[in-house]
């Protein structure tokens, strides 16, 4: 096959109807709702803390298939709205009208900027609103917009804390078959396919024993005060060597909490937790790193909002080390798209 | 994450450059070169061949990256000329260059049926056309069409033979967590979900060992003679079990001949060869069915291009088999999309 790239495109201007009814596109829900350390989380934040819930208006921004409006249904609350702008809403309809909750959740199709709710304010907000690199194609701002306009005065959002980490990795033997490869295909040269390699970062598992260095904390939300601002942001890392080895890439992750329940509810994906469909964000050095045991390597690290695509994001990743047998002092920049 | 169909749809439409330059979007033809059965038996049949390209005029109809352009120019061709519709053919030209054989290969970029090559005839036509189910959103009636317009009489079409098979498989683990599983997600009803499942085949690797059934051809195509008609057929089918089973759902597959070179060369991508980017497609059986050995299933099978959406394929599975433990007639209806 070639032409896929058009077929894709035709594929995705086809009529809504035939399209979003279809299984195939339903994938990433599957993989979500099967993602057990995220959908068990939600549950968790929500069955068990049914004093929250119980006879309170919930707001679930970007509802998808509805599992979570479908949870603080169980949970006791008096009314949920769930909103999303895609067709998906179709299906988180039928399945609410399935689980026999149709009194109890409302749906509404459209953009969260757009929907106007029949109350003036809801005491929670819940969303899923986490991309990979916690902040790709998210629904982050939609949701501070929705607490802005929407949410009482001192009203819940479910999850409500949120941190970025960056550490080093050893990964010589991904990298070869990630970046290298393009060095020789079938004996051609393909380097311009390389060119494009290393500016966008990779998402894939990474296993925790690749890792490095200590992790450094890059940034720090608070869902209760934080503004759409926030989310363009440059910090500086900086990380220590745990042991004398190579250093390859810089992985990202996050993680999640729900400090607002009973008792906090915590969520990592960083490369040491159990899986999650968000895995980790990997960005490929041009130059490996040769560290010692204690050397730090430091840096800045900017990210802002892609000037063509506002739902892709821009990284820039400067690079500060000093060590025993090499220095470096060189920028990269990335498109995660 | 929700919204995120309506995301991929914007970006999908977002600026032709910006996009199609994205290395992310670039994955499908990594999967394709670094399918090494595909890839390596397209390298095989041209550079074993170099008789037969030597001085000669090639076509390379939906070049992708112009690999086989590449092995083409290596062969000795006198001429290749590369069309795609896509804008891939931007890093074709680029990896061309890169590799010294501009002078050898022409990309062209635009829909196969719209260019005009600067040449009358051409005496070779090679393209990797295939796609899941071989016909899946295939370019082949692109390529018949090329082949009536510019190849010579007597002229080579590579590959040439094309066959698809069928067989009854065992597969109640995977089949629970494809669609049982919507019988109960964290405790609800996604049954609309499963009926969604039902319809479309899964396109995933088979193990051999699932295989409770002989293979039963259901198409057979020369390309040397076969028309675009062709691949809307009907096809009586009839599989003799090998054990006594269960058989969950039926698996599709095809081979691939270059049966125009010296020796002729071939590929599979059955469950029992080795992995190809095609995998296998698999029809989930609403009815498990009882068989013992020597039992035969047996039905028809139909294919047509979707009426709302050419790309896809409807597909039409008639189940007959009277056995010892159970009867069923049946048909079903699929999609693949």
New interface residues.
Partial sequence: ???????????????SD?Y???????G??EE???DSVR?LSY?KAILENKAIFKDKLVLDV????G?LS??AAQAGAAHIYAV?????II?AE??IA??NFSDKITCMKGKMEDIELPVSKVDIIIS????YFLLY???LPTVLKARDKWLKPGGIILPDQANIYLACIEDGDYKDEKIE?WNN??G??????QK??Y??PLVDVVNADSVVTAPSKILSLDLNTCQVGDLTFESKFSCVAEKTDYAHAIVAWFDITFSRCHKPIYFSTSPSSKYTHWKQTVFYLRETLTICEGEIISGIIGTAPNA??E?DLDISIHVDFEGKYQSLHATQEY?L?
């Fill in positions: 096959m070639s032409e896929t790239e058009n077929k894709l495109l035709q594929k995705e201007m086809t009529s035939y979003w009814n279809s299984y195939a596109h339903f990433i829900h979500m709702l099967k959908t549950r970007g509802c998808g298939t599992i479908l949870f999303d702008s895609s067709d998906i299906q039928q399945i399935d689980n899923e609103w986490m991309g194609e998210t629904m490869y295909v079938y051609f040269n393909f380097s311009c396919i494009m390699a500016r966008e063509k695509n739902r498109v798209r």
